[in-house]
């Protein structure tokens, strides 16, 4: 399957991720015209920054056991046997934030009515693959097959 | 290879899409009293008729093609004769097994108060055929009475309120939610609910529900003297393991079926997962346990070691929470708050490890706070609120995944 690999000594904070992920979630939005502060302006990576120690960038792994898909009473996140990737069905989705709960990396979150996941879907929609990492300049974050 | 599997809920449905994962070939058969597979956990939206029946059935409608399951449905299990390696059903058919899995969960539990067994109107709230017995019976200005303001009372309140009818949820604690909350986490949800139809009576006890000549109850008599009229009174006091049928059978049983580390039972062949262990009693480690039996029943080790059970998430009326561990403080116990007008936050510190927590009202990032516990990992009381997955940062280089660095 496909990761997003993150070399953390490469990351400078700049952000550039979590603006194109927020855009990329907001149909029609580009870079200069994404809403930053509103209702959808969540991003599903996160970079944690550390006095002396830098920066620490949180994406979601898709992982090979995921504890989110083993704590999802609605059936609405599934790993995908073939791509790998752990996808997340917002129809099905019951709301009770047992996979937050579950997630041991803090990587998901609620969106901000509570009521639906904040969840990478690794923009599997677009061609040219995740947002986040065409738009890190540092190439910090890349796609490889693991 | 020819497998069993009794029940259709979390850990039967997860043992087996996982035993499909590693065998294509094996003969496997699903057997449950319910007619449809079904979220327990979403019983509460099908009451309130946000969802149909379809659409909180979270296995998928392929589940047993996709799976190559032969499923037979609506028949439930009579015994189990472990020498012959035999299944009984109560409609009479015998089933033989390589392996046998027991996924039968838990059933509700009605306490010994007078009236209570006895009436009509008097349901518990665990799957599909409760929610229909209800909703046949239910009017626009029926008055309903739920006993225990736990997840699945609260849950029912919620419901009843989005259909504009009047519930009284009658609680012994002080507040509502007392597994996992404290009494000003607990006020926010009440005021909630108040807001939006529901009654509360807390600290009272039911001890008698009184039935007509048609057996019906009427009306509640409450410890303190106090009486209460209902049409409908739903019990949410508590399930139990549902191990009747094993009764002769030779499997130990002590509350919930004894399995050990690798989720068999004391007869070889067979194998227990979920509720019915009385191991937990929520959904992951129900699903947890389901695939470590699936693995151990296609003969790989494998040993169910993420036991910690004592977690729970809140989500009502757009405020949820999180709860984890003890959250009430002994007297050696370090309590930190933190609080605005949107968010409280309570840490239990002891012996400088996190016992137990409650974050409400922003659950964002929060994964990680479990490991902390389980781990025991030592905090500084000072900085507590400031912790973050990122303290505890690894990537594992080879393939990316990510790890807690404790």
């Given at each position: 399957m496909k990761r997003i690999m993150i070399d953390r000594e490469k990351c400078d904070g700049c952000l550039n991720c979590t603006i194109a992920c927020i855009s990329a979630h907001q149909e029609g939005s580009n870079f200069y015209t994404?809403?930053?502060?509103?209702?959808?302006?969540?991003?599903?990576n996160k970079i944690y920054f550390k006095e002396k120690e830098g920066y620490f960038p949180i994406f979601c792994r898709h992982c090979d056991e995921p504890e989110c898909v083993m704590s999802c009473m609605s059936g609405a996140l599934s790993k995908d046997s073939i791509s790998g990737l752990v996808n997340y069905d917002a129809d099905k989705c019951g709301s009770c934030l047992m996979c937050v709960m579950n997630c041991p990396y803090g990587v998901m979150k609620p969106d901000q009515t509570n009521t639906k996941m904040i969840k990478c879907d690794f923009c599997q929609d677009l061609t040219e693959g995740p947002s986040c990492v065409k738009a890190c300049p540092k190439e910090a974050i890349t796609v490889q097959e693991v | 290879m020819k497998i069993l599997v009794i029940g259709a809920s979390a850990a039967g449905i997860s043992a087996i899409k996982s035993m499909r994962e590693m065998d294509q070939d094996a003969q496997i058969t699903m057997i449950s009293k319910e007619k449809n597979i079904h979220s327990r956990c979403m019983l509460h939206h099908c009451l309130s008729g946000h969802r149909s029946q379809e659409s909180i059935d979270f296995a998928g409608s392929n589940f047993c093609a996709d799976q190559s399951v032969n499923w037979l449905k609506g028949v439930a299990v009579a015994g189990i004769d472990p020498q012959k390696k035999m299944v009984m059903l109560e409609d009479g058919q015998k089933l033989t097994f390589d392996k046998l899995l027991i996924a039968t969960g838990a059933a509700y539990f009605i306490p010994p108060v007078p009236g209570l067994r006895e009436a009509k109107n008097v349901f518990g709230f665990r799957d599909l055929a409760d929610v229909k017995k209800i909703d046949a019976l239910l009017k626009a200005d029926s008055r309903v009475v739920i006993i225990g303001s736990g997840l699945v009372g609260m849950d029912v309140a919620s419901a009843l309120n989005e259909r504009g009818i009047k519930n009284t949820v009658v609680e012994m604690m002080p507040n509502i939610l007392p597994m996992q909350l404290d009494q000003p986490s607990a006020r926010v949800y009440q005021t909630l609910f108040e807001k939006n139809g529901s009654d509360f009576l807390l600290s009272e006890k039911v001890v008698e529900l009184k039935l007509d000549e048609n057996k019906i109850g009427t009306s509640l008599m409450l410890e303190s003297g106090k009486s209460l009229e209902a049409d409908l009174v739903i019990v949410a006091a508590g399930v139990r393991p549902q191990t009747d049928f094993l009764e002769g059978s030779g499997i130990v049983c002590d509350r919930g079926i004894v399995v050990d580390d690798k989720m068999q039972t004391s007869q070889p062949d067979i194998y227990a997962a979920g509720d019915v262990t009385g191991l937990s009693g929520i959904w992951p480690n129900a699903m947890k346990q389901g695939r470590v039996a699936a693995q151990n029943i296609l003969g790989q080790a494998v040993s169910y070691e993420d036991r910690y059970a004592i977690k729970n998430t809140i989500n009502f009326y757009g405020c949820p929470t999180l709860s984890l561990g003890k959250i009430s403080p002994d007297e050696d116990t370090k309590v930190c708050l933190q609080e605005d007008r949107n968010t409280y936050q309570k840490i239990l510190i002891k012996n400088q490890m996190i016992e137990g927590l409650i974050l409400q009202g922003n659950l964002d990032h929060v994964g990680f706070w479990q490991e902390l516990i389980k781990n025991k990992v030592v905090v500084d009381e000072d900085t507590v609120f400031d912790i973050k997955y990122s303290d505890f940062y690894a990537v594992n280089e080879k393939n990316g995944s990510f790890e807690v660095a404790i």
């Open positions: 994404a809403d930053l502060t509103g209702k959808t302006a969540d991003s599903r | -």
